[in-house]
């Protein structure tokens, strides 16, 4: 069946929804998304494993978090990455695709200009993602899952190291490579990200040096042009490849290159001479080169342009090319007071405050037009654990030039009550900019759109409890987005002037008994409105049978 949305439009505009990846980059204290927190080590029951890891990130390397290397998760029995978040997403129906969220969650923290093609973010590691380890020996966890053809597989490789001069080795490389089921649909990804971390005898100075490269090719067909049936109009089924599909020429190529280079003066240790914690007190520089090249081009169109409409601006094919190179400096200057180590080894902050300021230099190339520009933004962090049982994370950013206004305020609190379970409160109100797709777009070399949008207001209130002991955990959430930006059905940018609310309601329940384990989630929300089209119910559940065998001592479940 022919799409009723055309077929580039459809592809820009999955690029432009702004994941909150979960499963990649620093969790917050960095600036977004969840973290794992356990204010009371008896809460949980960590794995045993036979070295202890923990994981930190140059963003906040005084923040350490669990590495729970041998768990038998959904990293495992999930396959498709778009599965392996806090929230499943969509995607173009290929493992490998762009995708986007189907259960609405805050946008990332981005400051400054950004493109837009934020729906290849899942498949990808960027410098500043890049997990550096706390180990005693090295590391190795590797993924390979292979699909219907031996073209058809998917890799993951994470190692990390320690050497005897206090330096460590991470890596971080991914690779999906899927042929398809119909003609002209291959999606190939790749991303690698290794990184050196040094600390010098007396830990007055450490560097993180990271180089990442991502890079994705899509073969674009626009869907099959109808569905196969028989004599008598009755759908039947046949191979895919034997589907006709409405286009058999167009491509899409991104590729991004980092360096980011991290380091740290500790001006006054965070232990003294004894070994006891004290204050610390830091200045820190982060230097990072990126360069985004984005090609989408289709040498092949129809002659009527029948498929692109509009957007086939020149008969004798489509070209969309963008290049963009961005050089940043990051001043900081922080302190705080390490907390004792609990039973889990992880070690954090028991207070923290921190101010940055940050400059962009951008080299914009859109086909037929370049530009150079510059941003600068104010930067703030506090952590605050006075008692085991209590912390709060507040996060801060401003615009002062080039993106003027825009801002993002975040703060979540933690409270472990014992036997009225574990509360986790956040709120978060950010103003950003439209993205470079959103405002402008050529193709083939012709101006195709411009526009002036206002910058998207978004506020999320959330609430969630959490009873360790029965497995439970109720969370409710209410986000307003007020000048929300999004494609109509003819695939063109626009603004909407009413503001959308967005209730909704999560739920999750780990029940077993003995081996047996049934795992449930629920998600119900609401949109007002029509634009913001999400699932009002979403559900995933999992039963299986988890124990130990061959005398106790290998790990298995068996389930779905």
């Not at 432009?16 to 009371?40: E, K, L, M, N």
């Not at 590391?139 to 001069?165: C, D, H, I, V």
């Not at 040096?209 to 067909?221: D, G, P, W």
Request: proline residues 5%.
């Amino acid at each position: 069946m022919k799409h009723p949305v055309l077929h580039i439009a459809l592809v820009l505009a999955t690029l432009t929804v702004r994941p909150a990846v979960a499963q990649q980059g620093p969790p917050p204290g960095v600036g977004s998304g969840d973290i794992t927190f356990q204010p009371d080590s008896n809460a949980t029951d960590p794995s045993i494993d036979t070295s202890d890891i923990y994981v930190l990130y140059a963003e906040l390397p005084e923040q350490e978090y669990d590495f729970p290397d041998t768990l038998l998760g959904r990293d495992i029995t999930q396959y498709d990455p778009i599965r392996l978040g806090p929230f499943d997403r969509g995607h173009l129906g290929n493992l490998g695709s762009p995708s986007y969220r189907l259960i609405f969650t805050p946008g990332n923290p981005t400051m400054g200009f950004h493109l837009g093609y934020d729906g290849f973010d899942l498949y990808r590691v960027y410098a500043d993602q890049l997990a550096f380890y706390r180990l005693q020996q090295a590391m190795t966890k590797a993924y390979f899952s292979q699909g219907p053809t031996q073209e058809n597989t998917y890799f993951q490789l994470q190692f990390g190291r320690s050497f005897a001069n206090q330096t460590q080795l991470a890596l971080d490389y991914r690779r999906i490579n899927n042929e398809g089921a119909l003609f002209h649909q291959r999606a190939l990804d790749n991303a690698l990200a290794v990184g050196l971390r040094h600390e010098s005898a007396g830990k007055r100075y450490q560097f993180f040096a990271t180089f990442a490269t991502n890079s994705t090719e899509l073969q674009e067909n626009g869907g099959i042009t109808a569905e196969p049936t028989n004599s008598q109009g009755q759908v039947i089924l046949v191979s895919p490849l034997t589907i006709s599909v409405e286009l058999e020429s167009p491509e899409t190529r991104y590729a991004t290159r980092e360096l980011l280079w991290t380091h740290y003066l500790n001006l006054r240790t965070a232990q003294d001479t004894t070994g006891e914690n004290r204050r610390a007190l830091t200045v820190g520089h982060r230097l990072n080169y990126r360069t985004d090249v984005y090609k989408f081009y289709d040498d092949q169109p129809a002659a009527d342009s029948s498929f692109y409409g509009n957007f086939q601006v020149d008969s004798r094919g489509i070209r969309h090319y963008v290049e963009h190179r961005r050089l940043e400096n990051r001043f900081e200057l922080k302190t705080f007071t390490m907390a004792p180590t609990d039973s889990t080894g992880v070690r954090r902050p028991r207070d923290l405050l921190s101010v940055g300021l940050l400059h962009q230099w951008h080299w914009l190339q859109q086909e037929p037009v370049d530009s150079t520009f510059q941003a600068v933004f104010l930067t703030g962090r506090m952590i605050l654990q006075p008692v085991p049982r209590v912390r709060l994370e507040a996060y801060a950013h401003y615009g002062v030039l080039g993106n003027l206004g825009d801002y993002r305020l975040e703060g979540k609190l933690w409270l472990d009550l014992k036997k009225v379970g574990q509360w986790r409160f956040q709120a978060i109100s950010q103003l950003q900019s439209p993205s470079l797709l959103e405002q402008r777009l050529y193709l083939t070399q012709e101006l195709f759109w411009e526009n002036d949008f206002k910058k998207t207001l978004e506020t999320t209130l959330a609430a969630a409890l959490l009873l360790p002991d029965w497995g439970i955990e109720v969370e409710g959430r209410y986000n307003l987005i007020a000048n929300y930006l999004y494609f109509d059905s003819l695939g063109v940018a626009r603004q909407s002037g009413t503001a959308i609310s967005i209730p909704q309601l999560v739920a999750r329940a780990q029940l077993h008994l003995g081996v047996l384990h049934f795992e449930n989630e629920l998600t119900l929300q609401r949109p007002s409105g029509d634009l913001l089209r999400l699932p009002s119910l979403y559900s995933r559940h999992s039963l299986y049978l988890e124990g130990r065998i061959f005398r106790q001592v290998m790990l298995a479940r068996l389930g779905f």
